[in-house]
């Protein structure tokens, strides 16, 4: 990774030159120039999750598949998410930032799936995700899917906050037909494959530097998490998150 003069106050534009599935992938994007905490670095995640997104499509539609998700089916909507601390965090800004009565709504939208969990007996699990064995999240996932919980932020099947959407969100698509994914099953519904799996490396990035070393949370308790935890990560310079970034993601040193 380069880094090269600056393009506007406070950020350095970095840039790298990755090999990925065979494939290179040029990447330039600016970042911060001074000390930053983790949070600061989302919209660089967010950029570099695209990035790699769009390769695998390309991949995808090179073998004869199509991309089936489009605005309006919001199916994976249901799903349960998981995101960083970070990724809570700016979600409680944005929804605090919001004029009434849209944050009334957005609000109460959350409290009412968190009664739902509660009723089903699948709260307390999900208020304590490092407890939760690998091997048993995708049956914890089935059973979040079939309470039927829309996001909060879902309007008219379509997400409101589609530029700042979790990382998760941005890396699921489908070439299976829409219609199985409101049934969704290992044999009916196929991804597109990830070139890496961003989303999973900047939450392990966040547990690695944060006091709560939380692995993942779920979308659906972000705003209450978010309430009693801040971005403890510690201040680096922005070109050394972004290194750590490129070897979680990559598997080799940036």
């Not at 409680?92 to 959350?110: D, G, Q, Y």
């Not at 037909?177 to 989303?199: D, G, L, Y």
């Not at 971005?231 to 070109?239: A, K």
Request: aromatic share 6%.
């Amino acid at each position: 990774m380069t880094t090269d003069s600056e393009k506007s106050a406070g950020l350095v534009n970095a840039t790298a030159e990755l090999t990925i599935a065979g494939r290179k992938l040029r990447l330039e994007m600016p970042v911060p120039a001074g000390r930053a905490r983790l949070i600061e670095l989302l919209p660089f995640f967010r950029y570099l999750t695209d990035s790699f997104v769009d390769l695998a499509v390309e991949n995808a539609q090179a073998a004869g598949a199509t991309v089936s998700c489009r605005k309006g089916c919001g199916a994976c909507c249901r799903q349960l998410v998981p995101i960083a601390g970070i990724e809570a965090q700016r979600l409680r800004e944005l929804v605090e930032a919001m004029p009434e009565p849209r944050k009334s709504v957005i609000l109460a939208r959350f409290e009412r799936a968190r009664q739902i969990l509660r009723e089903a007996g699948l709260l307390e699990k999900l208020l304590e995700p490092n407890r939760i064995k690998e091997d048993a999240i995708v049956a914890l996932g089935l059973d979040y899917f079939r309470e039927g919980i829309a996001c909060p932020f879902l309007e008219d099947e379509s997400c409101s906050i589609y530029a700042e959407r979790p990382l998760a969100c941005r890396e699921y698509l489908v070439v299976s037909p829409a219609e199985h994914c409101a049934n969704p099953s290992a044999e009916s519904v196929r991804c597109v494959k990830p070139v890496v799996h961003t989303a999973k490396a900047v939450r392990g990035l966040n547990a690695a530097w944060s006091g709560h070393a939380t692995r993942w949370l779920p979308l659906i308790l972000a705003l209450t998490w978010a309430e009693t935890h801040c971005d403890d990560t510690p201040e680096r310079l922005g070109t050394e998150w972004v290194k750590d970034a490129f070897t979680r993601i990559t598997g080799r040193e940036a």
